[in-house]
C-alpha cells in the first residue's frame, strides 16, 4: 500500500536510501531490502543473517511553523536505529563498526538532502555507536534525522 501521507513518504524515501547501501557502491555492508523496515521490530532479536538491519520511524519532538496562505514548514525527527556484528578478535572491532556504519547512513541519506524533491533540508544528527561489552559483538546505531518540509496546511 502507498503512503498517503507526507510523513510517511519520509520514511519510505529515507528506507529506500537505506537499501541502496552496497559494498560495490562503496559502503562498508550490503543491506538487504529485506532487512530496512519502517515498523517497530524488537531489533536485538534479528538473525545475524540479516545484518545490517535498520528499522526507520518518527520520533517525537517534531516542529511547526505555521506560515500565510495555509503553509507550514515542518521538522519531522526521524530515528533510524541500526544493528550490525562485529565478528572478529580485534580490540576496536565493535566501536569501528558502529562509526562505519553510522558514517554510511550519512553518505546515503546526503546524497540528496532533497529526498526526491520531498524536503528542502535533511540533516543527520551525531550520534554515537553502543556497543555490546565483553564476548558480546552486537552494535547498535542510533542516529536522528531532521528532515525540513514545506507544504500546505491540511494535506498532510
Not at 501521507?5 to 559502503?27: E, F, N, P, S, W
Not at 535533511?122 to 546505531?141: K, S, T
Amino acid at each position: 500500500m502507498p503512503w498517503d501521507t507526507h510523513d510517511g513518504q519520509i520514511l519510505a524515501a529515507i528506507a529506500a536510501k537505506l537499501r541502496t547501501m552496497t559494498v560495490a557502491g562503496g559502503y562498508h555492508y550490503d543491506v538487504k531490502a529485506t532487512s530496512v523496515v519502517t515498523e517497530l521490530v524488537n531489533i536485538l532479536t534479528i538473525p545475524e543473517t540479516e545484518l545490517p538491519f535498520f528499522m526507520v520511524e518518527p520520533t517525537p519532538g517534531g516542529i511547526r511553523d505555521w506560515q500565510p496562505a495555509n503553509q507550514i514548514e515542518v521538522i519531522l525527527p526521524v530515528l533510524i536505529t541500526g544493528r550490525v556484528m562485529a565478528n572478529g578478535t580485534a580490540s576496536d572491532r565493535k566501536f569501528q563498526a558502529g562509526l562505519n556504519l553510522l558514517g554510511d547512513v550519512e553518505r546515503a541519506l546526503t546524497q540528496d538532502i532533497t529526498l526526491g524533491g520531498l524536503l528542502f533540508d535533511l540533516r543527520v544528527q551525531p550520534a554515537e555507536p553502543l556497543v555490546g561489552l565483553g564476548n558480546d559483538n552486537q552494535v547498535v546505531v542510533m542516529p536522528e534525522v531532521l528532515c525540513h518540509c514545506h507544504r500546505t496546511y491540511g494535506v498532510p
